[in-house]
């Protein structure tokens, strides 16, 4: 809702935004003008004040042709300097040129008539060129008009150029002539659309600044283009609210899934260290109490003890293992292991619980097995972990397989049970933390949802894997992949 609102608004913003932006566009055009001709005008103040300067300076110290000659020569602004005194005579140059005429009729003219009398200059045209006269001193009490003829290419170049080109780029600027031909333009005008102009007040009669809008850069144009952006916003905003959305629904649930399976997990911690608590402790109060007299059985219920002690370690193992992973503390020292050694006595350690539930065991250790580096502590626990699971979900057929091997060029350490199997669907998630498998048949057994977990660091830290094999009603197999190096 608050997406379509702002929708809605922007929409009609720019919609009267469109109506206005015209003529603001034509107002901020119009200073733009109004300053790039002050600046123009201030350039060329300058560079006639400077050439005026020259002049008076040759002019007044009795220059002859050559010195004259050479200020031209010097003055790349000037193209031709033309002298005339009071009577109309021209003193300089003394050859004549193409066009040299219609100077010299424009400055016979009235407008020149007022410089013999208050001085200051003057910007004529003679034909098709710009003229800066103005009235100098010569030696002694002579005054000279001295007309100067510039030249268009070092005007373009030194003076508009240098103008213009900090100027910003979205409209092109250009100066006109009297015959409204470009003097100068700071980019292409094919195409341009003229806006407005501006007179020069120091440059030649009738010349001005323009302003040209390129083609397809029209205020128009420009708000069609924001309204298209902003459509695109709006329309990326949406999606971002909408896939916003999405995302918070999952991480609320999957952390609802987390608190659940992390609250399963300390039932399930409990419930596996109050068994062996208990026993321990029933066995215990038993034998403190004397009423054990049989030799043999009393040495029963000191192995029952201690069987339900290495139990109640592995429970403790785990939880600890696994805390220190989580924190990115646990560290593993690889050295050469014999595995035969490192399978007999994780099955040693569960001869109680698989002689009192009657379980047969078959062990395949092929022979010859190089010593294989690995943690030998990290490596047996995950094993120990597989052989519970493998006790822990079988029902009547109750046999557990143990193998070792070379395969794929590393070694293959694989428990096998005939238990009730696992869903194809779950192989991927049961490796997860304080993951179990929701069927009714797994969730009145004991479990912490943390050992399949801990197998898949285990072989992730010796950069091996854990596969698993398995289909509900024919028994599952877990292999670890170590390598040999």
């Not at 997860?432 to 969730?443: A, C, H, I, L, P």
Request: aromatic fraction near 6%; proline fraction near 4%.
């Amino acid at each position: 809702m608050p997406a379509l609102v702002v929708a809605a608004l922007g929409f009609v913003s720019l919609r009267q935004w469109a109506r206005s932006s015209e003529l603001l566009f034509e107002v901020q055009a119009r200073d733009m003008a109004a300053m790039a001709a002050e600046k123009a005008d201030l350039m060329l103040r300058g560079a006639e004040d400077e050439i005026l300067r020259r002049v008076r300076t040759t002019v007044a110290g009795g220059a002859d042709a050559a010195a004259l000659d050479a200020l031209v020569a010097a003055t790349p602004l000037v193209k031709r300097l033309f002298l005339i005194d009071r009577g109309g005579r021209t003193i300089y140059p003394g050859d004549r040129r193409p066009g040299d005429a219609d100077v010299l009729a424009a400055l016979g003219g009235a407008a020149v008539g007022t410089l013999w009398e208050h001085g200051g200059r003057r910007q004529l045209l003679a034909g098709d060129h710009a003229v800066l006269a103005s009235v100098v001193d010569g030696p002694g009490d002579t005054r000279v008009l001295a007309a100067i003829l510039c030249s268009e290419e070092v005007l373009r170049r030194e003076v508009f150029e240098a103008t213009f080109k900090g100027l910003g780029a979205s409209t092109v600027v250009a100066v006109l002539d009297h015959r409204d031909r470009p003097v100068y333009s700071r980019g292409s005008l094919d195409g341009a659309r003229p806006m407005l102009s501006v007179p020069l007040r120091a440059g030649p009669p009738q010349w001005r600044v323009a302003l040209y809008q390129p083609a397809g850069s029209s205020a128009r144009a420009s708000v069609r283009r924001q309204l298209a952006l902003f459509t695109v916003a709006l329309g990326g905003l949406v999606v971002v609210i909408a896939a916003a959305a999405v995302v918070t629904y999952r991480l609320t649930r999957r952390e609802a899934e987390a608190a659940q399976l992390k609250a399963d997990f300390v039932a399930n911690v409990s419930h596996d260290l109050k068994t062996p608590l208990s026993v321990i402790r029933m066995f215990a109060e038993t034998l403190e109490l004397g009423r054990v007299r049989d030799e043999g059985r009393r040495h029963e219920y000191f192995r029952v003890i201690a069987r339900e002690s290495e139990r109640l370690s592995r429970l403790i193992d785990n939880v600890l293992n696994f805390s220190r992973v989580e924190a990115g503390r646990r560290t593993y020292e690889l050295e050469p292991t014999a595995i035969e050694p490192l399978v007999r006595d994780t099955l040693d350690a569960f001869a109680y619980p698989l002689a009192q539930r009657g379980f047969k065991v078959e062990v395949s250790v092929a022979p010859a097995l190089p010593e294989v580096p690995l943690d030998a502590d990290a490596v047996g626990q995950a094993l120990a972990n597989l052989v519970d699971n493998a006790i822990k979900y079988s029902d009547e057929r109750c046999t557990v397989r143990v193998d070792a091997r070379l395969a794929d060029g590393g070694l293959a350490l694989s428990v096998s049970d005939e238990g009730i199997g696992i869903p194809g669907e779950e192989h991927a998630r049961i490796f997860e933390k304080f993951y179990r498998v929701g069927r009714s048949d797994t969730q009145g057994r004991r479990g912490s949802g943390v050992g399949l977990a801990l197998v898949r660091h285990v072989a992730e830290a010796h950069r091996g894997r854990v596969t698993v094999e398995s289909e509900p009603g024919h028994g599952s197999r877990f292999t670890l992949w170590l390598p040999l190096t």
